[in-house]
């Protein structure tokens, strides 16, 4: 059974720093593109950031590009979310998901369970 499971999220100020950690099973980890999704109270998914599976190629929204860093870690399952510099419209529940940009935004069931972020003063 394919499962993702994130943690690290909290709420912080303006201008502070969270990262989120998202722990892969069920697949082989490292075969996959990987990607975090967004979503604030009343709106839709957002996509936030992709990497390929190496690790090497990195993509972001413009919205979040030059604060936010996506990473992972193939030994250890595991993807990643630096987040510095946050603002209030960060704030969101972050989805860690199997798979690359156009996929996860159509296939909900490719999401873990989210880890909720809140940015306010």
């Known amino acids: 059974e394919v499962q993702l499971v994130e943690s690290g999220g909290g709420m912080v100020q303006p201008g502070g720093s969270l990262r989120l950690s998202c722990a892969a099973s069920g697949f082989t980890f490292s075969n996959y593109d990987m990607s975090w999704v967004r979503q604030a109270p009343g709106k839709g998914p957002r996509w936030v950031s992709s990497v390929n599976t190496g690790g090497g190629t990195t993509y972001y929204a413009d919205s979040v590009k030059g604060r936010f860093t996506i990473s992972r870690d193939n030994a250890k399952n595991t993807l990643y979310l630096q987040m510095n510099s946050l603002k209030p419209e960060d704030t969101a529940l972050y989805y860690c998901?199997?798979?690359?940009?156009?996929?996860?935004?159509?296939?909900?069931?490719?999401w873990g369970q989210g880890t909720q972020v809140t940015v306010s003063s």
């Open positions: 998901a199997r798979g690359n940009r156009l996929y996860v935004l159509g296939n909900r069931r490719s």
